[in-house]
T-cell receptor, first 116, second 115 residues
Framework: AQSVTQLGSHVSVSEGALVLLRCNYS??????LFWYVQYPNQGLQLLLK??????LVKGINGFEAEFKKSETSFHLTKPSAHMSDAAEYFC??????????????FGKGTKLSVKP | EADIYQTPRYLVIGTGKKITLECSQT?????MYWYQQDPGMELHLIHY???????EKGDLSSESTVSRIRTEHFPLTLESARPSHTSQYLC??????????????FGPGTRLTVL
């Protein structure tokens, strides 16, 4: 069965600093991985996804993530944080077990705070 | 831009009332989902549907019920609301491609408060 683990429920960075949000996955088959962002009082919005093409995936708002099979990781990064990046971030994997039909399995989320 | 809508966005209601949370999508997606999320917390899948007349319970037990009579519409009903039902409810949909590579789109959510 697939699963994802997000390390750190809360990450705080200064404006202009590197953003690194960690996600590790567990899967017996090649995984499909997603990062979503949720702003306060809103639904989730897709940032980027890995579907077995390029291992470095670029998303919206300057975010990118690198799929590393050897480390079972899919960490999200952004070179320079902006105040508007403050939000909750969720990593997810497609459930490819029999009968699941690709339902998403979400991590517990990481809240990103950006200090001025 | 995702074409998935939820109404109402905010609802404050008294204990014992029957409520229906509406979710509609105009993308023709087969698969639809309901999640429950407490503020700042993880998502819990409570219901899903793979198409018309198909509904299944999710990982988190819920007293709510759902129906899928039309492809575009996936309402959630609570027959008798209680304070423990206070939460945010998120609806989502996806086309349902084999292998799970397609994007899942979310509505803006309904924040329910039961007094």
């Amino acid at each position: 069965a697939q699963s994802v683990t997000q390390l750190g429920s809360h990450v705080s960075v200064s404006e202009g600093a590197l953003v690194l949000l960690r996600c590790n996955y567990s899967s017996s088959v090649p995984p499909y991985l997603f990062w979503y962002v949720q702003y306060p009082n809103q639904g989730l919005q897709l940032l980027l996804k890995y579907t077995s093409a390029a291992t470095l995936v670029k998303g919206i708002n300057g975010f990118e993530a690198e799929f590393k099979k050897s480390e079972t990781s899919f960490h999200l990064t952004k070179p320079s944080a902006h105040m508007s990046d403050a939000a909750e971030y969720f990593c997810a994997v497609s459930d490819l077990s029999r009968g699941s039909q690709g339902n998403l399995i979400f991590g517990k989320g990481t809240k990103l705070s950006v200090k001025p | 831009e995702a074409d998935i809508y939820q109404t109402p966005r905010y609802l404050v209601i008294g204990t014992g009332k029957k409520i229906t949370l509406e979710c509609s999508q105009t993308m023709g997606h087969d698969k639809m989902y309901w999640y429950q999320q407490d503020p700042g917390m993880e998502l819990h899948l409570i219901h899903y549907s793979y198409g018309v007349n198909s509904t299944e319970k999710g990982d988190l037990s819920s007293e709510s019920t759902v129906s899928r009579i039309r492809t575009e519409h996936f309402p959630l009903t609570l027959e008798s609301a209680r304070p423990s039902h206070t939460s945010q409810y998120l609806c989502a949909s996806r086309r349902g491609l084999a292998g799970g590579t397609d994007t899942q789109y979310f509505g803006p959510g309904t924040r329910l408060t039961v007094l």
